[in-house]
């Protein structure tokens, strides 16, 4: 049992090339570090120095932003989605 | 108001109507505000008049003095508002959109004498914004009013559309609206939480950060600094991404109840209805906005073609 994460174009290069993935973890903390593990070039990419979000990586839990729902804290259970998507300048404008 | 000088007199003061209809649950309000009823059709027309007139008042701009040249990136309704503006105060617009952006923006940037200068489509807004500040960099005679990072673009909000919401509403508990540059979040979301504290403010991620693929790291990403200088983090209570399939079926859902509505408007009210979800039974009154009508968007197809269709274009076309 898992959840699924999507990998949004920009990261694929540092995760295997990979659109979707099956990761393991109860929080998105354990989440990522398990990520790192696997593909140590994605670190910088997903974490800052001091360990927190990397500040461009919006990380969302059926389409609920973590930064919302305590972070690397936030909870994640078996057939979440899990969407990582760069902070751009969006739309709206 | 029937008679007026201007049609800059005419931003602002739109009405506020009952959405309830597509609420989930019978407990739970929806009042959509018509952005769309601004003299150049949107919410940004607000914006607009209020970058211009902070400028004025800084004598960064002049009216009447020939020769003034601004700058901006949009990837439509604040270039608009602007061309309007600058068209009625005098002051040539040079505007930096996206290449993929719906036909009937450029247009209308056309129609009140803006200058477009394109940037490359697969890098989206953030290409947009990026070309500007380039520009802007070399040209320093150039007036770059800089809607991300100028605070006269969320205090527009907190000084007009916050209070005609409280004053319409004044039994809201949600606030729901897009994230662009963050203005109307921050400038709406602040007044509320100062007057009802309670207030619980919402953020839609508007379907663009699935389709621009032209970051080459992640590095390159954008947060507008009229995000972090408001304090952003603090001030919003729950932000949720909306995807274009949803966007497209609640800009058509909105027609039920009498709304022609541009596309951001229907994934607004996507994210209005998440919100009103995860109430459940409890009684609560969102406010959500319409940013704009969908004349703009006849092109898209959004309402006559195939739901699928059209979130197809929409990955390579700009409706946002």
């Known amino acids: ?93 | 108001m029937a008679r007026v000088a201007s049609v800059l007199e005419l931003i602002g003061s739109t009405p506020i109507v009952d959405v309830s209809a597509l609420s989930p649950s019978p407990n739970v309000a929806i009042l959509a505000k018509l952005e769309g009823r601004n003299p150049a059709g949107s919410i940004k027309d607000r914006v607009a008049l209020s970058l211009v007139e902070a400028a004025e008042a800084e004598g960064r701009l002049v009216p009447g003095r020939a020769g003034q040249v601004l700058i901006e990136p949009s990837s439509g309704n604040t270039g608009i508002a602007l061309a309007m503006v600058c068209r009625l105060r005098g002051y040539h617009l040079k505007v930096v959109l996206p290449a993929n952006v719906s036909p009937e923006r450029r247009q209308l940037l056309v129609a009140w004498g803006a200058e477009i200068i394109e940037s490359p489509g697969a890098e989206g807004s953030n290409g947009a914004v990026r070309r500007a500040q380039a520009l802007a960099a070399e040209h320093p005679d150039w007036v770059f009013l800089y809607q991300y990072a100028n605070p006269a673009n969320p205090r527009a909000h907190y000084t007009t559309t916050g209070p005609e919401i409280l004053a319409d509403v004044p039994e809201v508990t949600h606030f729901v609206a897009g994230l662009g540059t963050s203005g109307t979040l921050m400038g709406v979301g602040r007044y509320l939480k100062e007057h009802r504290p309670g207030v619980q403010v919402w953020a839609v991620e508007p379907p663009s950060g699935e389709v621009v693929d032209g970051l080459r790291s992640l590095d390159d990403g954008y947060v507008p600094p009229v995000f972090t200088d408001n304090g952003g983090a603090d001030l919003l209570d729950r932000k949720v991404i909306v995807r274009l399939r949803e966007s497209v079926e609640w800009t058509r859902r909105l027609t039920e109840v009498g709304l022609f509505t541009g596309l951001s408007s229907g994934a607004i009210m996507a994210g209005a209805v998440k919100c009103a979800r995860s109430l459940g039974d409890e009684p609560a009154t969102i406010v959500t906005v319409v940013c704009d009508d969908g004349w703009k968007y006849l092109s898209t197809g959004a309402w006559s073609d195939d739901v699928d269709d059209v979130v197809e274009r929409a990955r390579t076309t700009i409706y946002f």
């Open chain 1, 1 to 93: 049992m898992a959840a699924v994460l999507r990998v949004p174009t920009v990261l694929r290069p540092a995760m295997g090339n990979n659109s979707v993935l099956e990761v393991e973890g109860s929080t998105i903390g354990e989440v990522l570090t398990r990520l790192t593990e696997a593909y140590p070039g994605a670190r910088a990419q997903l974490l800052g120095e001091d360990g927190a979000l990397h500040r461009f990586l919006n990380v969302y839990v059926n389409d609920d932003d973590v930064r919302y729902l305590g972070g690397l804290d936030a909870p994640v259970s078996d057939h979440d989605e899990i969407t990582l998507l760069p902070a751009v300048a969006g739309g709206f404008l």
